[in-house]
């Protein structure tokens, strides 16, 4: 084998192994996000409407709330659907995250439900659910309340609210 | 004391010369990196993606009354190659003419399958699932297609066309 033709293969090999380098690592952060981290982009489909990409959420402060095992479980989700509404006109959006399970059905609800399938190579997945996470306009994860959804609503909501408020007084002074 | 001047005045315009120098050197440097760097993404192109084996796919959406696209997937033989999920406001820009590359393939000269399944919402907001199966040619020269969203007034619907570039 030439120089050249070794050189080309050396050179092939590396751009290539550069890619799985690239994807594992992005699994990986996505799977170890702690408060101050970036978080990984994403899309996924959505069960009641267009599919969702977090960069275009950029320039918003996210909501987004991984459910845990969910089958059309609504009622419980209804008080942090109305946290979201409430916040929208501060500039706050709300996105559920269900993942299918069995013959579970996603809740109807009326913010955008995205449905987790690893068939879709643009999204992943946050194991440590159910969780709520607040990604501010920057797409830097601020706040992560992990555990159940119905014991962490109030807390959830005096985050949001400081949060909230935090970010227009940080606004304003620039 | 005049001479001291002299050979100091000297000396410091032999160091600017050198500093001269070596800044010229420094941006030949840069120059044979950015040429090198250049002809490293050429030959990564080249051997990733040759004439003889490129294949480029764009969709684009005509009208868009009838479908509203939310996902598309693209296999070639059998075997899936390239998904993508739209947002709204890919959405918008399809509707505004936008052509979306869909992505490059590597196919050896021959025929070959390609599938084209978009799956959507109709006008009446059910679910809806377009699909097209053609077989391709591809020659030593690159294949550039685009498979076109078009609306079907007469069914009220839509369809999927296969257009070559």
């Known amino acids: 084998m030439g120089i050249v033709s070794r050189w080309m293969a050396v050179m092939l090999v590396l751009f290539l192994s550069s890619f799985s380098v690239i994807a594992s690592a992005g699994d990986e952060r996505a799977a170890a996000l702690k408060p101050g981290d970036m978080v990984p982009d994403f899309t996924m489909p959505a069960t009641n409407g267009f599919g969702q990409r977090l960069a275009e959420a950029r320039g918003s402060f996210l909501m987004l709330i991984w459910l845990g095992r969910c089958d059309e479980c609504s009622e419980r989700l209804v008080r942090y659907q109305l946290l979201a509404e409430s916040m929208a006109l501060e500039g706050m959006k709300g996105w559920f995250v269900w993942t299918p399970r069995g013959d579970d059905r996603p809740p109807k609800m009326r913010l955008p439900v995205l449905e987790y399938d690893q068939k879709w190579r643009q999204s992943w997945l946050f194991e440590d659910r159910p969780a709520v996470m607040l990604i501010n306009a920057d797409g830097r994860l601020d706040h992560l309340i992990t555990g159940d959804l119905k014991d962490n609503y109030k807390e959830t909501e005096q985050v949001v609210m400081r949060w909230i408020s935090q970010g227009r007084d940080y606004q304003l002074s620039e | ?165």
């Open chain 2, 1 to 165: 004391m005049r001479l001291l001047v002299l050979v100091g005045v000297f000396m410091a315009s032999l160091v600017h010369a050198e500093d001269a120098a070596i800044r010229e050197d420094v941006m030949s440097v840069k120059n044979a990196v950015l040429d090198l760097n250049r002809d490293l993404y050429e030959l990564e192109r080249q051997l990733l993606s040759p004439a003889t084996t490129r294949a480029a796919f764009h969709i684009t959406l005509n009208h868009g009354e009838y479908f509203e696209p939310l996902s598309v997937e693209l296999s070639v033989d059998g075997q899936a190659e390239i998904q993508h999920l739209y947002t709204e406001r890919q959405v918008k820009a399809l509707r505004m003419g936008a052509v979306q590359p869909l992505g490059d393939l590597n196919l050896a000269p021959g025929k070959h399958d390609v599938t084209l399944i978009v799956r959507g919402v109709d006008h009446l907001g059910q679910g809806r699932e377009l699909s097209i199966t053609e077989s391709v040619t591809k020659t030593s020269k690159p294949l550039i297609t685009e498979f076109l969203i078009v609306d079907y007034e007469e069914l009220q619907s839509a369809r999927v066309e296969l257009k070559y570039w």
